[in-house]
């Protein structure tokens, strides 16, 4: 893991709670409006998760994650922006069989529809990347700006932020079990006995001080 880094990676807010549950170790994304043709490139391996509400609506989701959704929306709107969770890539894929996208069903939050209208858009495929996640004891805080708005993956922060300190979501042996699986399911393995974790009944546990 890097010492520090101040590369931060916009991902909507429910998903962020969802990879902070330990619900999902995945990523899936195309690209945002800004990236053009060209789509999503993974530029950075290790980031800061930059959670954002734009876009994110019930129907996007997967019904079980409608409760985290609920409860980050019953939250008072922040003035600035809160960071305490860091990623670790740990493997990328460019999926372009559908039927893989398919076989991940239940190891990530997004509704089908969202898969659907995202894996067609432009051109077939979606990037998956299977991250770790890790906790910052302290939220980082960020003021809000006009560079940090937009439709598009990567922001830098104002300043590197150290990652000493961060704890794993998950422990070795947890995480590895579900990257050996999610390696499976995208090589085309059943599902069969294998069982996602599930989420979280309310977010509160996961609300930042």
Do not use: N
Not at 84 to 112: K, N, P, Y
Not at 172 to 192: C, H, M, N, P, V
Request: charged share 25%.
């Amino acid at each position: 893991m890097q010492p520090e880094t101040r590369f931060a990676f916009k991902e909507w807010a429910v998903v962020c709670a969802a990879l902070a549950s330990g619900r999902q170790t995945l990523i899936l994304r195309k690209g945002g409006i800004h990236e053009g043709h060209d789509q999503f490139r993974v530029e950075h391996h290790e980031f800061w998760l930059f959670p954002t509400g734009f876009h994110q609506r019930r129907d996007e989701i997967t019904s079980v994650a409608w409760p985290l959704l609920d409860e980050l929306q019953s939250q008072d709107e922040p003035r600035g922006h809160r960071l305490d969770l860091f990623a670790v890539v740990q493997d990328v894929e460019q999926v372009l069989d559908r039927s893989a996208l398919i076989r991940l069903t239940g190891r990530h939050i997004w509704s089908e529809s969202t898969v659907e209208q995202r894996f067609q858009y432009h051109t077939p495929g979606l990037f998956v990347l299977t991250a770790r996640v890790y906790r910052r004891p302290t939220p980082i805080e960020i003021d809000d700006s006009p560079y940090l708005a937009g439709c598009k993956s990567w922001v830098e922060l104002p300043a590197v932020v150290p990652t000493s300190g961060l704890q794993p979501v998950l422990d070795d042996s947890t995480f590895d079990r579900q990257r050996r699986e999610i390696q499976q399911l995208l090589a085309g393995g059943s599902d069969d006995y294998l069982t996602a974790p599930e989420i979280p009944a309310t977010f509160s546990s996961l609300q930042r001080t």
